[in-house]
């Protein structure tokens, strides 16, 4: 019998598809995963452990680029998180440690000595001590939780992605529709805003797929706003 593939191992998207889901350019995404060489300078990956050239992007890398991106638009290269990713990997024991719940929630000390030990820039600090004493998420840790399920086994991998928030009903999942935008009902975001677009009515759509009239306007919103 083959063994089975852990989840954050699972090989999902393409490169260009994983960007386009993330709303990245596909270059940008690249040189993240797999790094990229520039005026005879190589850049190692931030997110692999070494380059690979593969342009198969697996669940885990998927996460851990969604967690960066919370932090493009910081004006520090995340070239300088690569060294605090290493270090949570080995502490962790784990590929992929921002993929996975315990930096964020028990293991903020470890993130904290993590931070001070790489010497990184606050700009991208997981966790900062408050005025209280205690350790705080940072808002860009914080807004990125705000998107992630996490399996309630004892690995507690993230294990589906709400791109807008947990607010909204669209859903990032490798277990349904090939990890394609779909509502938690399981039907397809761009099938349901082209049926709309179609000339179908919201309430009629709302019908065929058993969902709520605000799960498609859900739908449509994402959709028109993924293509803008």
């Known amino acids: 019998m083959t063994p089975s593939v852990l ?11 994983a960007a386009r889901l993330l709303g990245l ?8 995963i797999d790094g990229y060489q520039r005026s005879g300078t190589t850049y190692a990956p931030v997110i692999r452990e070494e380059s690979t050239g593969d342009d198969i992007v697996t669940w885990g890398e998927f996460v851990e680029a969604g967690y960066l991106r919370e932090y493009r638009a910081k004006q520090v290269t995340l070239q300088y998180l690569r060294p605090a990713i290493a270090i949570l990997r080995e502490e962790l024991g784990v590929r992929y440690p921002l993929a996975t719940l315990k930096p964020y929630t028990s293991g903020r000390s470890l993130a904290l000595k993590v931070q001070k030990q790489v010497g990184l820039d606050p700009s991208l600090n997981i966790v900062v001590l408050g005025r ?3 350790l ?24 589906r992605l709400f791109p807008l928030g947990r607010g909204v009903p669209v859903v990032l999942d490798p277990d349904h529709g090939f990890g394609e935008p779909t509502l938690t009902s399981g039907a397809r975001t761009e099938t349901v805003a082209e049926l709309v677009a179609a000339g179908e009515s919201r309430e009629r759509v709302a019908e065929v797929y ?19």
């Not at 989840?7 to 598809?17: A, D, I, N, T």
């Not at 596909?26 to 993240?32: E, I, S």
């Not at 998420?137 to 294990?159: H, M, S």
């Open 136 to 159: 705080q998420l940072t808002d860009a840790a914080e807004a990125f939780l705000e998107k992630v399920d996490f399996d309630d086994d004892g690995t507690r991998d993230a294990r």
């Open 210 to 228: 058993d969902i709520g009239v605000n799960d498609v306007d859900a739908a449509v919103r994402y959709e028109h706003d993924r293509v803008a």
């Open 7 to 17: 989840p954050l191992e699972r090989r999902v998207y393409g490169m260009s598809q």
């Open 132 to 134: 209280d004493g205690t």
């Open 25 to 32: 350019r596909t270059d940008a995404l690249r040189r993240w």
